[in-house]
């Protein structure tokens, strides 16, 4: 799987899908102090009408404490539908280290910088 770097930011686009089937497609910000699976933004978790697991709290980088509620997806990931956890943030979609573990990553660290993560 490939992106690219735009903006000093690591993008890659993935496949998430509901437990019935109904999928799309998600531009996402690789963000390796994210400890989390994934994050989707309200609106995107209505339309694939995930259903809600629980509420977990977070440390975010400034320090703060935030609550979020957290859903069930699929994502597409290594030739395969993964189950997921996915938080709710009113912000861009973010992949964090959850669904990188065991993957290798790797960023061309310049714009337009090519990005590839495939399996350890």
Known sequence: ???????REA??????R????QRTSVQAVIDTGFTGWLSLPPSLITTLGLPWMNRVR??????S???FD????QVYWHRR???????????TPFMGMA??????????????????????
């Open 99 to 120: 669904l990188l573990d065991g993957s290798e990553l790797r960023i061309e660290a310049r714009d337009h910088g090519k990005v590839s993560i495939k399996p350890l």
């Open 81 to 91: 539908w993964r189950v997921v956890r996915v938080a709710e943030a009113d912000t």
């Open 65 to 67: 404490e935030s609550f």
């Open 1 to 7: 799987m490939t992106g690219m770097v735009r903006a």
């Open 18 to 21: 509901n437990p019935s089937g």
């Open 11 to 16: 993008h890659i686009r993935i496949s998430v």
């Open 58 to 63: 977070g440390l975010l980088a400034d320090g």
């Open 70 to 73: 957290v859903y069930e997806a």
